[in-house]
């Protein structure tokens, strides 16, 4: 395995999830290491994923934004 193999790099991508590439160790609450299904994942932000740790695609379905809407001045 190369460097650039073994680095783990987490990219959050706007209203979506969190892009993981690389050799990363997944664990769950119970300390059990979770079984990473390919090379690059996706994890979920917004909470309601049917497939919690990894992305469904259900974020679009529910509107998640990754930034909280600001507020408008105007009024």
């Known amino acids: 395995m190369t460097a650039r193999e073994s680095r783990?790099?987490?990219t959050a991508y706007p209203?979506?999830?969190l892009i993981v590439r690389g050799?990363?160790?997944f664990v769950d609450e119970s300390g059990e290491q979770i079984?990473?299904?390919r090379p690059t994942v996706a994890l979920c932000r917004c909470?309601?994923?049917a497939i919690k740790p990894w992305c469904d695609?259900?974020?679009r379905m529910v509107g998640f934004r990754s930034r909280p809407e600001v507020p408008?001045?105007?009024g």
């Open 23 to 25: 050799g990363a160790v």
């Open 57 to 59: 695609g259900t974020h």
């Open 47 to 49: 909470g309601v994923s």
């Open 72 to 74: 408008d001045e105007s």
């Open 8 to 10: 783990v790099t987490i």
């Open 35 to 37: 079984a990473q299904p």
């Open 15 to 17: 209203d979506g999830p």
